[in-house]
């Protein structure tokens, strides 16, 4: 099982994969391994190739609350009805819109 990296509040997060558990932990910029300390699960943690593209492009927005972003089909995205999946070009184009690049 691979621990889907995501951001959340302008921080780099992956939740724990065992079933019932729902811990999260932070990440490291390319963290590779996982330990969550809720239920002690370890796993390897899945990173968007693009992760530092997306990183670059969320750090312009000045409100850390609104630097978040979720790989396509996250099921945390899908449960609250986030956004998910969005390309740089994506968040670029929101960055726009909102006047904050």
Same mark, same amino acid.
């Given at each position: 099982?691979?621990?889907?990296?995501?951001?959340?509040?302008?921080?780099?997060?992956?939740?724990?994969?065992?079933?019932?558990?729902?811990?999260?932990?932070?990440?490291?910029?390319?963290?590779?391994?996982?330990?969550?300390?809720?239920?002690?699960?370890?796993?390897?943690?899945?990173?968007?190739?693009?992760?530092?593209?997306?990183?670059?492009? @969320?750090?312009?927005?000045?409100?850390?609350?609104?630097?978040?972003?979720?790989?396509?089909?996250?099921? @945390?995205? @899908?449960?609250?009805?986030?956004?998910?999946?969005?390309?740089?070009?994506? @968040?670029?184009?929101?960055?726009?819109?909102?006047?904050?690049?």
């Amino acid at each position: 099982m691979f621990a889907r990296a995501y951001i959340n509040h302008g921080r780099w997060i992956a939740g724990c994969e065992r079933r019932y558990c729902n811990g999260a932990e932070r990440l490291e910029p390319r963290q590779v391994q996982i330990h969550c300390a809720s239920c002690h699960w370890e796993g390897f943690v899945q990173w968007p190739p693009d992760a530092d593209a997306i990183w670059e492009v @969320l750090q312009e927005r000045p409100v850390p609350h609104t630097r978040n972003w979720f790989p396509s089909g996250h099921e @945390l995205a @899908l449960r609250s009805g986030c956004l998910h999946g969005q390309s740089v070009a994506d @968040l670029v184009a929101e960055n726009h819109e909102y006047g904050t690049a």
